[in-house]
């Protein structure tokens, strides 16, 4: 429960400068976020594990639609994708029919995020994966080639 709870505050977070907000102009200059390919993702990930990013959480995006968040719960990872965007809302089904076809348990629920189209809050896909950081990558992986058919040298930002 108390994850539930972190995960709805750091979503509001997200909401203001997670996918979608590529960058974050400070005085002289513009910051970027780090961006990978995804078989850099487990580096990404160990970095989540070991508490050396800024939330309990990241995410990557190629172009905003494709945003997937990887959520740290206890030793384990969880696989969250919201839809802040119009172009989103299809890949929900998509996603489902994955989880649902590789075993996963699903859950929708929302942040409270006010998503960009005519709705009073933001749904949220919750895969529970329930996997290690290895396993975590591999269906990361899986997820943007199969639903969102990006490749291999996909260029994501890492968000927040």
Do not use: H
């Not at 075993?103 to 329930?130: D, H, W």
Request: proline share 2%; hydrophobic share 35%; charged share 25%.
């Amino acid at each position: 429960m108390k994850s539930i709870i972190i995960m709805g505050i750091l979503s509001g977070i997200l909401s203001l400068f997670g996918c979608g907000n590529k960058t974050e102009k400070t005085e002289n200059f513009i910051q970027r976020a780090k961006q990978i390919e995804i078989s850099e993702l487990n580096q990404e990930l160990k970095l989540l594990e070991q508490n050396k990013t800024e939330f309990e959480f990241i995410g990557i995006t190629s172009n905003g639609i494709d945003c997937i968040y990887f959520v740290k719960d206890k030793d384990k990872f969880q696989i969250e994708f919201e839809a802040m965007t119009e172009k989103q809302i299809p890949y929900i089904e998509k996603l489902k029919v994955f989880a649902l076809e590789n075993g996963f348990e699903i859950e929708m629920t929302t942040y409270g995020n006010k998503p960009q189209y005519k709705s009073s809050e933001a749904p949220v896909l919750r895969i529970a994966t329930n996997s290690n950081l290895e396993k975590t990558a591999e269906i990361g992986q899986k997820i943007q080639i199969e639903i969102f058919n990006n490749q291999r040298t996909t260029k994501y930002e890492v968000v927040p």
